[in-house]
């Protein structure tokens, strides 16, 4: 890719979205999470990412938020605050909303960097880089590379035993109970032939030496350069930057 942070290091750019996500861990107040998915947004473009595309990569997230929120409401020990809406023993108060956002805040700012390192990264140059720069084991490199590749085929698969199944006949109709039972043995099926693709998979890598200890060369160089290094330390002094204009404001909530 032709973007400007897209052409750094992959060890680099996965270092710059954990170093940048690690302090959001550290509060539970919304503003800092709120400030660092506003830095995010903003240098999504540098990292040649659209907003859809990015958008479509972060749905999951999206659901996982109202999950998160309904849980909250359910289940939320902060129920301080002025009253909006009476639920019984569900009261919706502020607390609960502020502490909800906070929590679907620090999800979305701790998904975004993933989602824009991954979507400008290919997972060979990804697997390289940690070998030759992280200094990582060819073994678990590899390993998490041909697992990566294998990703793509759960879904083809996923569809085939769905057809196949509904060609004999076997279809949950509009039963929630059949629908839940046919889903778990679809599930089954899948994580079987997966687990089988698996194992076929690491003999056939065995069998070519890929773990035989042998000092190993490397087609594709992964270098470290400066910008890379500015990469890393520019996240550390943005994620540095937003924590601190919480603590300036007196709204930093440290989670101990």
Not at 197 to 215: E, K, Y
Request: a positive charge; glycine letters at 8%.
């Amino acid at each position: 890719m032709s973007a400007p942070l897209a052409r750094r290091n992959p060890v680099a750019k996965l270092a710059a979205a954990l170093l940048f996500s690690l302090p959001l861990l550290a509060t539970l107040d919304p503003l800092t999470p709120a400030i660092a998915l506003a830095v995010e947004l903003a240098v999504a473009p540098l990292f040649g990412v659209r907003y859809s595309t990015l958008a479509k990569r972060a749905w999951p997230v999206l659901v996982a938020s109202l999950g998160l929120l309904v849980t909250m409401v359910l289940f939320s020990a902060n129920r301080t605050g002025a009253l909006l809406l009476d639920l019984g023993p569900f009261d919706i108060t502020t607390g609960v909303l502020t502490s909800a956002l906070g929590l679907i805040l620090r999800l979305f700012a701790v998904a975004v960097p993933g989602v824009l390192v991954f979507a400008t990264t290919d997972p060979t140059d990804l697997a390289d880089a940690l070998v030759q720069n992280a200094k990582a084991p060819a073994r678990f490199a590899i390993g998490a590379l041909a697992a990566f590749r294998l990703l793509p085929l759960l879904g083809a698969e996923w569809q085939m035993l769905t057809l196949a199944r509904r060609a004999r006949g076997i279809d949950a109709g509009k039963n929630p109970i059949s629908a839940v039972r046919l889903f778990v043995s679809t599930a089954f099926a899948l994580l079987v032939g997966a687990l089988r693709r698996g194992g076929r998979l690491a003999v056939a890598m065995d069998a070519r030496g890929f773990d035989s200890g042998i000092q190993r060369t490397h087609a594709r160089r992964q270098f470290f350069r400066a910008a890379d290094a500015a990469l890393v330390v520019g996240a550390v002094a943005l994620s540095g930057a937003a924590l601190g204009v919480t603590i300036a404001l007196g709204l930093f909530r440290p989670i101990i």
